[in-house]
């Protein structure tokens, strides 16, 4: 028989925006890690296979992280006074340049990798920094602790300080060296990465476009996340109608699966536009308000039926845990409510969704426990107390709410335990 993985205890996870699904005291197995079944009997053909019983602690998806910067992890928490470009000039770019260091890269990325396997990310697309070799020590690192990442090289050749960009050539010669070697089979994949259309000449976005398209690799960047930025795309670009339009011209918007982060101010066109493509949004609310970028119509966009997940973008949000960020979109959300009583807040489900499901929808099947989803898990334990004394799904919001890494006991990615 296949391999099998066996975890008991009470599962919470959502199928739908709308509602969780809640078994207690059962058991979900897997084949070759993916999900066959959620039982509150074990079936007698796996009785004889080894059972990972958690008693009354609750297994939920791994979270997953859209938008996260592994070369700005040092920095979190550091210059949040700052407004988006201010910040990327004064503290961001001094710091990426360090990872042309291999020895501080190895440090640095270490670090980032402990700590998204500590407080539960399980699967993240990163942006790393311009450094080819840079790029390639993150990727071991990742794999070495088994998680799942799609990982970019950052491509930048203009309007940045000379330290941090490359010429055109370089830049895609790193990118296509990094996509040969990590484009099998793996939990670590390759991502097609410019930072954003500013930094970035017309030259080099059709070049990545073209090698998205050619090796069918997916795209990750920024759109329409700050009114000055916005400002600047226009100038730079006058002749595309749109920050959405530089992308979706040089095949970097949906040709081949993508994520964009931000996309706080979409015009309505935009929003039909990019839930035709199928384009992704990660929504980053800490970053958001940290930056003083706005804050992003979550609700809208949901009714909307975009595709959203959620990210930390560590370091313009401050925290890197996904709970954080699950808590913020509903925070946020109620702001806009208090705003205009007509926006709708966002529901505890809809953030939990968005944050494990609707971000794992980008891998493939995983985010839930369906039949078929790839066995991500985490174990969540909570104070005696509060698990005799509260539901279920009581004692998960309050993990969300004021848990941390303390919390997660057991990770599985696959069906395999990494920690």
């Not at 296949?2 to 969780?20: D, H, M, R, S, V």
């Not at 002749?239 to 996309?263: C, E, R, W």
């Not at 944050?355 to 794992?360: E, P």
Request: proline share 3%; glycine share 10%; hydrophobic share 35%.
């Amino acid at each position: 028989m296949k391999n099998i993985t066996i975890i008991k205890g009470n599962i919470a996870y959502t199928k739908t925006l709308e509602k969780f699904e809640i078994h207690e005291d059962s058991f979900i197995v897997a084949k070759d890690g993916k999900i066959e079944g959620i039982y509150a009997d074990i079936p007698s053909k796996y009785r004889s296979f080894e059972i990972e019983d958690y008693g009354d602690r609750i297994i939920i998806p791994g979270f997953v992280d859209l938008h996260v910067h592994a070369a700005q992890y040092m920095q979190s928490g550091i210059g949040m006074t700052r407004q988006l470009l201010e910040w990327l000039n004064d503290y961001t770019y001094n710091l990426e340049r360090k990872f042309q260091d291999e020895e501080f890269a190895e440090m640095a990325y270490e670090a980032f990798a402990d700590k998204l396997l500590s407080v539960g990310t399980l699967r993240s697309c990163i942006f790393a920094s311009s450094s080819t070799k840079g790029t390639q020590i993150l990727f071991e690192a990742l794999r070495k602790k088994g998680l799942g990442a799609y990982v970019g090289k950052v491509n930048m050749d203009t309007n940045a300080p000379g330290f941090i960009i490359e010429s055109t050539k370089n830049s895609i010669e790193g990118t296509k060296q990094l996509i040969e070697m990590y484009k099998g089979e793996g939990l670590v994949k390759p991502i097609i990465t410019p930072r954003f259309a500013p930094t970035s000449t017309k030259g080099l976005l059709k070049e990545l476009g073209d090698l998205a398209v050619k090796y069918g690799i997916p795209v990750q960047s920024h759109v329409n996340e700050n009114r000055e930025e916005m400002e600047w795309v226009r100038e730079i670009f006058p002749d595309n109608k749109s920050y959405i339009d530089v992308y979706d011209s040089n095949s970097l918007f949906g040709q081949t699966p993508t994520v964009m982060a931000h996309a706080i101010y979409l015009e309505e066109e935009e929003i039909e536009y990019m839930r035709e493509k199928g384009v992704f949004i990660a929504h980053c609310p800490d970053s958001n308000i940290n930056v003083r970028s706005g804050i992003m119509p979550l609700r809208k966009y949901i009714d909307r039926g975009l595709k959203i997940g959620l990210g930390s973008d560590v370091a313009g949000g401050h925290k890197i845990g996904m709970n954080e960020a699950i808590v913020r979109a509903v925070q946020l959300s109620k702001i806009l409510n208090i705003m205009d009583k007509s926006y709708r807040p966002v529901e505890f489900s809809e953030a939990f969704y968005i944050g494990t499901k609707g971000g794992g929808e980008f891998f493939g099947n995983t985010g839930s426990f369906e039949d078929g989803y790839s066995l991500d898990a985490l174990v969540i334990e909570d104070e005696k107390a509060i698990a005799q004394n509260y539901s279920i799904l009581d004692r998960l919001e309050k993990f969300i709410y004021t848990g941390d890494d303390r919390n997660i006991c057991a990770r599985y990615v696959e069906g395999v335990k990494i920690g």
